[in-house]
């Protein structure tokens, strides 16, 4: 059976400040003072974000972990930008992905091709279903 994942959220008269819980966490999302926020926390792109470069990261660090390769260091930094033309969009995600270790082209390639198998990456990449229902 497939692993869910919930998280839970909440708005009050706060403007667009949110709380959001997860099992074991309380974080802050809002939207920033020029779309009428408090800039409390990060805005929805930017937790979108978040997850894709924190799922890269653990990705890369355990195959180059399991590989024995010496990377000391993985710096990643995602931009997002949304086109929209009349009722369709597009959204591309820029990943860019800075290597310190003693690493040689080969191993730079494969982690390259490695940070696309990421499980937030497949999730971003292939049809999400979203259903949504009152409670």
Not at 6 to 19: E, F, L, M, N, P
Not at 38 to 44: I, S
Not at 91 to 120: S, W, Y
């Amino acid at each position: 059976m497939a692993e869910i994942t919930k998280v839970k959220a909440s708005i009050g008269r706060d403007r667009y400040q949110t709380v959001i819980q997860t099992d074991k966490h309380e974080l802050i999302g809002d939207e920033p003072i020029e779309n009428n926020g408090t800039d409390l926390g990060p805005d929805p792109y930017e937790f979108i974000l978040a997850g894709l470069a924190t799922c890269t990261a653990a990705t890369l660090r355990m195959y180059a972990d399991r590989k024995g390769w010496d990377l000391e260091q993985l710096e990643i930094e995602l931009s997002l930008q949304v086109e929209r033309v009349g009722v369709s969009q597009s959204t591309n995600i820029l990943r860019e992905l800075h290597f310190v270790g003693n690493l040689d082209d080969e191993q730079k390639a494969m982690l390259l091709n490695i940070a696309e198998k990421c499980p937030v990456h497949k999730l971003l990449t292939n049809q999400v279903i979203i259903t949504t229902k009152q409670i």
